[in-house]
């Protein structure tokens, strides 16, 4: 692994997947599998483009994590905060190091392994912000200068302006930005079925599983493959400059 590959950091914000699942509306086994799944496929991206992984998670959850993905490797940091903002900001913010390049990703998103690497390129080829956009206005996955993790205090749940906002704060600091590919993320079985209509997933595996979730039909309780072979392709995408502000 490369001097700069060993900097490459990607925090996952999420919480266990059978909690993630109980609060999407998801609850059932193939719900609690398919965010185990989610997490595996960024862990397997992450690999593939030599980060190390971070599962940002509440204190309590690490069991159930640690019993979703027995084999997986990452280490754990611990969400603080009294909101969704403050809980990232500062999980961005302990993530960081010297020379390094953070990426956060939600773990209620479809695994991207051309997003993810995308995101890496362009913060090391001095893009100052990485932002993919999520169908209902919100962000899902973001990288930020040290100097801009204060943005991440803003954001809020359930708001349709979080991508907007960002875009126009950093636009603001004369930020370069660079949007890469949108990513719908799961609040529920609405978004799932949008998913599975708009996005091509990583593997057949991980479509089937959402299918079997949404058919609510029992899905075969076989260990999660460990890798998912589309991933394997990944096309690095242009930089562009910020959107216009709304």
């Known amino acids: ?4 590959a060993a900097s490459r950091v990607l925090v996952l914000f999420a919480r266990a997947p059978r909690r993630e699942a109980r609060e999407k509306g998801l ?5 609690e599998r398919l965010f ?5 496929g960024w862990i397997d991206a992450a690999a593939l483009c030599g980060a190390r992984v971070l599962v940002a998670t509440p204190p309590g959850d690490r069991p159930a994590w640690r019993q979703a993905l027995p084999d997986a490797r990452f280490a754990f940091l611990e969400q603080r905060g009294d909101s969704l903002g403050s809980r990232l900001e500062d999980a961005a913010r302990r993530a960081s190091a010297p020379g390094g390049c953070i990426v956060l990703v939600g773990g209620d998103v479809a695994p991207s392994a051309p997003n993810l690497t995308a995101a890496f390129e ?10 993919s956009p999520a169908g ?14 204060g943005l991440l205090g803003q954001f809020a749940p359930r708001r349709a302006d979080v991508f ?5 704060s950093l636009a603001r600091r004369g930020r370069r930005i660079a ?13 799932l079925g949008r998913l599975l209509r708009t996005t091509a997933f990583p593997s057949f595996e991980l479509e089937a599983l959402a299918r079997a979730v949404l058919d609510e039909k029992r899905w075969d309780p076989a260990p999660i493959a460990p890798r998912f072979n589309r991933l394997l392709h990944v096309e690095p995408l242009a930089s562009r400059g910020p959107p216009r502000a709304a």
């Open 1 to 4: 692994m490369t001097g700069m």
């Open 27 to 31: 609850a059932s086994a193939s719900g």
């Open 36 to 40: 185990a799944a989610f997490a595996r």
């Open 122 to 131: 362009h913060r090391e080829a001095g893009v100052d912000a990485v932002v």
């Open 136 to 149: 209902d206005g919100g962000v899902s996955l973001v990288s930020l200068r040290d100097e801009d993790l």
């Open 164 to 168: 907007s906002r960002l875009s126009r």
């Open 179 to 191: 949007v890469v590919a949108p990513a719908h993320d799961v609040d529920g079985r609405r978004e």
